[in-house]
């Protein structure tokens, strides 16, 4: 079982719509978690991080953090097509980071 | 304020050979990170500096990787020998490291893309 698990996608929306993506993680004793956005490329561009259960926005981002279920999950509301990219979930192991291999997500016009 | 660079960006060397990888932290961040992806796998952590010292190099392939961090600025990444499964893209991140009621954040560089014939 891998540590930092998503789905690989891609995940299509259409442009307006929310785009919802998921993670989960097998290590109970992680204790934050960090979505980076990765276009083509390009280097991993942190989005934002989330330690406590329940939700955190910033803009039209929202992550979602439920421990018990071990699960992660970052919400893009009014998604564009510049949101098009590949989305990384990762958990801090002590400090090194523990990444998915992330979802690609396609916004269409 | 200059983001994490590193250098070179691409490299195509042939097996057998040696590679050096070099990365600049963002001024001031005393955390250094290496991670590498292979072809179609999660970014991996390969080892971890504070300042000029290894704080875990847990993640390092085996001994034909030798890190370096002289003097807690720049860092190096040697592969010697070079071996096919060491082609991926090499990624630098640095951080400040914690701060009392703040995450670290890691910020990473552009990556070095190796390709092993």
């Known amino acids: 079982q891998k540590e930092v698990e998503q789905n690989s996608g891609p995940l299509s929306v259409p442009e307006g719509a929310i785009a919802s993506l998921n993670c989960t993680y097998s290590d109970r004793g992680s204790q934050s978690f960090f979505w980076y956005r990765q276009y083509s490329g390009k280097s991993p561009e942190l989005i934002m991080f989330i330690y406590s259960n329940g939700d955190k926005e910033d803009g039209r981002f929202t992550a979602q953090l439920n421990k018990a279920s071990q699960y992660v999950s970052l919400l893009i509301r009014d998604s564009q097509p510049s949101d098009s990219a590949t989305y990384l979930c990762?958990?801090?192991?002590?400090?090194?980071?523990?990444f998915g291999a992330g979802t690609r997500l396609a916004v269409h016009p | 304020e200059a983001g994490v660079t590193q250098f070179p960006s691409h490299s195509v060397i042939e097996k057998g050979q040696t590679v050096t990888l070099r990365c600049d932290p963002i001024s001031g961040h005393d955390n250094l990170y290496w991670y590498r992806r292979v072809m179609g796998k999660e970014i991996k952590f390969l080892l971890h500096f504070v300042k000029e010292s290894k704080q875990d190099e847990s993640g390092m392939p085996n001994n034909r990787f030798l890190a370096e961090r002289t003097g807690g600025t720049y860092s190096t990444l040697k592969v010697q020998p070079a071996e096919l499964e060491d082609s991926g893209v090499y990624f630098c991140a640095s951080s400040q490291g914690y701060r009392q009621g703040r995450e670290e954040t890691q910020y990473f560089g552009p990556g070095t893309r190796l390709l092993v014939l």
């Open positions: 990762a958990a801090r192991g002590y400090n090194k980071l523990i």
